[in-house]
């Protein structure tokens, strides 16, 4: 039934556990050190991602300044070529009348 063991053998257990023990606390002290690099992994992408948020703002707002400035020249050019046009146009007509003879 139940035998009794030695002091050698207890003492042998004792001294597996507490190998046990100090791999176990390693494994631990790893394990924390891993999730506070984790942890601050998160942290960075957080800033990261607002970050980027705030610069994809800012491109949308310098994209709408760009497209602003580029169709200023365009609309420049659309209007010097109407105030061409209505000249041309208005020398036709007024060559026209004068060979008509209305004044």
Not at 2 to 26: L, T, V
Not at 51 to 68: A, I, Y
Request: proline share 0%; glycine share 4%.
């Amino acid at each position: 039934m139940d035998s009794n063991i030695s002091r050698a053998e207890h003492d042998e257990f004792s001294r597996r556990i507490e190998e046990e023990n100090k791999r176990q606390d390693k494994c631990i002290l790893l394990l924390e050190e891993n999730t506070k690099r984790v942890e601050s992994l998160n942290t960075s992408i957080e800033k990261l991602a607002l970050n980027m948020e705030s610069m994809l703002k800012e491109q949308l707002t310098q994209g709408k300044r760009l497209e602003v400035l580029e169709n200023r020249d365009g609309e420049m050019w659309r209007k010097i070529t109407a105030y061409i046009t209505t000249t041309i146009v208005g020398i036709i007509i007024g060559l026209i009348f004068t060979q008509l003879g209305i004044s």
